[in-house]
């Protein structure tokens, strides 16, 4: 259970997923080569070994890099784990460096980069720690 976080070339005047056209194609991010070595020197905990799929930890918190093996690289998902607020930074971050921007699947919004911005990451720690308790 992972919280989702697309990261992807989408026009800066957008809100949310809803203010995109139905026909956008975004444009890619950069090549493969390029997006890997950006992500590298930018994080050197990343853990590329393969390359179509990254891993780095925080103290508190995960992320796996679904970058895939195409060819240009059209985006990122980030699958976010674990809790504290000091991940939002990370994941602004990782939108600065590959030139995206970052769309909360769990609202359906884009991330400003604002640390206040909390809602989808909440929500899902929120849900989690729902579920495991259940268990």
Do not use: K
């Not at 080569?33 to 990254?54: K, M, S, V, Y």
């Not at 590959?98 to 640390?115: K, V, W």
Request: hydrophobic fraction near 40%; aromatic fraction near 8%.
């Amino acid at each position: 259970m992972s919280w989702d976080v697309l990261v992807f070339a989408a026009p800066p005047h957008t809100r949310s997923v809803d203010q995109l056209p139905q026909d956008f194609a975004p444009p890619p991010l950069g090549t493969g080569p390029d997006i890997r070595r950006c992500l590298r020197e930018n994080f050197p905990d990343l853990d590329l070994a393969d390359p179509a799929w990254g891993q780095m930890a925080g103290p508190t918190w995960s992320i796996e890099f679904n970058i895939g093996s195409d060819d240009p690289v059209d985006s990122i998902m980030l699958h976010v784990s674990g809790g504290g607020d000091d991940i939002l930074a990370v994941v602004a971050r990782i939108v600065a460096v590959t030139g995206g921007r970052a769309l909360d699947i769990s609202t359906g919004e884009f991330l400003t980069g604002d640390s206040t911005q909390t809602a989808g990451w909440h929500g899902f720690q929120q849900y989690r720690d729902q579920i495991l308790r259940r268990s």
